[in-house]
């Protein structure tokens, strides 16, 4: 069949893309690890072509950066990159929410609605029970349905990089903490209220409200590395 090929390799790429993803999100890639297309390709047991390709979608979101004649390291974001990407996040989602998401409303149906609550439950109870891991499954999952009610496939890939980032960022500071119950944002299921109702000032405060406690947490922390835990 024409054309099998090429659609089993870009299957593969992508595939090898999202588990080198999760790696990094889970911290078990570091920040400024090293590695070759040989490595990677022997550790997947797959020839060098979709991992070279996989390695270059990753650079394009930007949680890989290319080292000449050395291979790739994971991209090391700072504190700073950290509050930008917050400012970035909100940008995003408070236009969504004034110029996007009422309209929106009018027209998702109810299964589409159901399914944000249910991530958002999901999500809730991972960071009420401090499951890092499972959070950030949920998490993104929650924030990638919630901007596909808008419609708009370039929200909500944009959302999606800058809220990878971050959470590829704060991971290794988060795992610092000796317990996290009770310290993650947990108010998924009340931002989807204030939308529901159409109430954007109360979304907007929710989400003004996420993102300091979201510095402010990873600022409680001791960086990654030091000896110090909390």
């Not at 893309?17 to 078990?28: C, K």
């Not at 529901?196 to 001791?222: C, F, G, Q, W």
């Amino acid at each position: 069949m024409p054309g099998t090929s090429q659609v089993k390799r870009s299957t593969l790429r992508q595939q090898i893309a999202d588990a080198l993803r999760d790696e990094v999100l889970a911290g078990r890639l570091p920040a400024g690890q090293q590695f070759t297309v040989k490595e990677m390709a022997e550790q997947y047991g797959v020839s060098a072509t979709p991992v070279r390709e996989a390695l270059l979608d990753l650079c394009a979101q930007g949680l890989l950066d290319v080292e000449e004649h050395r291979g790739y390291r994971v991209h090391e974001f700072t504190i700073g990159d950290y509050r930008d990407m917050v400012e970035a996040r909100t940008l995003i989602v408070e236009g969504m929410f004034r110029r996007s998401v009422a309209a929106a409303l009018d027209t998702t149906t109810p299964q589409a609605l159901a399914s944000v609550r249910r991530r958002a439950e999901s999500a809730e109870r991972a960071a009420r029970g401090g499951d890092l891991d499972v959070l950030i499954g949920y998490d993104l999952r929650f924030w990638r349905e919630l901007s596909g009610l808008v419609g708009n496939s370039y929200i909500s890939g944009i959302l999606e990089r800058v809220r990878v980032q971050s959470w590829v960022f704060s991971v290794p500071y988060l795992r610092r903490a000796a317990d996290l119950r009770g310290r993650l944002w947990a108010d998924h299921c009340e931002l989807v209220e204030a939308i529901t109702r159409r109430d954007i000032k109360a979304a907007e405060e929710i989400v003004t409200a996420y993102n300091a406690h979201s510095i402010m947490l990873i600022e409680s922390l001791p960086e990654p590395g030091s000896k110090a835990s909390s």
